[in-house]
């Protein structure tokens, strides 16, 4: 089965950076989509990001603002997600999805991001 592994969580500082990966346990050639959500306590989960395709199609979140650029990492199954000017309202877990084929759908076990003010 398909697993996701992500990893560039952590502390920043409010205006900070940080990147998050996600990548495949294997290559999934009918890849549909990969993207990144995140839960805020309290909250539903909520799209941050995602792209399909080669980044042709790229959906953001309105509370992103062009903060933040979603990219697949060159031909492998892999996605990143690059946040710039953090805020203490993003600190939440994200997690990594992935789509393929018909229904195949799976999430990574999510990653931390804390934002402090």
């Known amino acids: 089965q398909v697993r996701l592994v992500e990893s560039g969580g952590g502390l920043v500082d409010a205006g900070g950076s940080l990147n998050l990966s996600c990548t495949a346990s294997e290559t999934i050639p009918s890849l549909i989509e990969m993207a990144w959500y995140r839960q805020i306590p309290g909250k539903e989960r909520e799209l941050v990001a995602s792209?399909?395709?080669?980044?042709?199609?790229?959906n953001y979140g309105d509370f992103v603002k062009g903060r933040f650029t979603i990219s697949r990492d060159g031909d492998k199954t892999a996605v990143i997600l690059e946040m710039k000017s953090l805020e203490p309202e993003d600190t939440a877990v994200y997690y990594c999805?992935?789509?393929?084929?018909?229904?195949?759908?799976?999430w990574g076990p999510g990653t931390q991001v804390t934002v402090a003010s």
């Open positions: 792209v399909r395709g080669r980044d042709v199609y790229k």
């Open positions: 999805r992935a789509r393929w084929g018909m229904r195949g759908l799976t």
